[in-house]
């Protein structure tokens, strides 16, 4: 008697389902272990031995699941700065409609914001970057990034809106080094600001530094 395979398709579906969620808990078992020890002792002293350990699981399932802690790191540091949105570039949504001096402070609490969740990730990657040159790279494609993003918050930013004889481009390159990793490692770890202290000196260091002080800027974009 030939046996009924009807149900074959469903249960395969359902054991891709299963191992896919199981491939997600590591991955992300990983890389809460990841956090803790890059936290606790610095990426060089880090080892995988101790993070596979640390996540409950063998080194070659490390492997399998990241290839390599420096992926691991670079995985640490685009969670913290997505926080809860599917990807970084998803918070550009926070910024439709919003005129010139509502964009700028919707940039402050979005950078303080990132800053909060991403401080240890930045300090790590620069720190790692000075002995590893794939890290380097990894960082300087991220400062790129950090600079594209800003340049579409400022897309819908008139011209006429920004202080006198800053162009565009210009713009977008101070507001890139005002809002840095650096400028929130100087004031908040070393000088001890406070994270809305530090939202404030965001919001009138970028307007006093980008926008006309009477340009209309406050008109609904």
């Known amino acids: 008697m030939t046996a009924d395979r009807s149900d074959e ?18 991955r ?3 890389l809460e272990a990841a956090e803790g020890e890059f936290t606790a002792h610095g990426y060089t002293r880090t080892t995988v031995t ?5 996540a409950g ?13 420096r992926e691991l790191l670079r995985g640490y540091l685009e969670s913290a700065l997505a926080g809860d949105a599917a990807s970084p570039e998803d918070a550009i949504t926070r910024f439709t ?34 002995v590893d040159p794939d890290i380097a790279a990894d960082w300087d494609e991220l400062q790129l990034l950090r600079h594209r993003l800003i340049a579409r918050v400022f897309e819908d930013i008139p011209a006429t809106a920004l202080a006198d004889g800053l162009t565009p481009k210009a713009a977008v390159d101070t507001a890139w080094t005002i809002a840095s990793p650096d400028s929130h490692d100087l004031l908040v770890r070393r000088l ?7 939202r404030d000196w965001m919001e009138q260091t970028l307007t006093a530094a980008v926008l006309a002080p009477d340009s ?4 609904t974009m």
């Open 9 to 26: 398709p469903t249960s395969r579906s359902r054991q891709k389902r299963v191992g896919e969620a199981l491939r997600r808990d590591t």
């Open 28 to 30: 992300n078992r990983l």
């Open 50 to 54: 101790r993070i596979a350990a640390s």
């Open 192 to 198: 001890g600001y406070a994270p809305g202290e530090f």
């Open 97 to 130: 409609g919003l005129s010139p001096r509502e964009r700028l402070a919707e940039l402050a609490d979005l950078v303080t914001e990132i800053a909060e969740r991403a401080a240890t990730g930045w300090r790590l990657y620069r720190d790692a970057s000075a």
């Open 57 to 69: 699981v063998s080194v070659q399932t490390l492997y399998l699941a990241w290839g390599s802690k």
């Open 216 to 219: 209309g800027a406050d008109a």
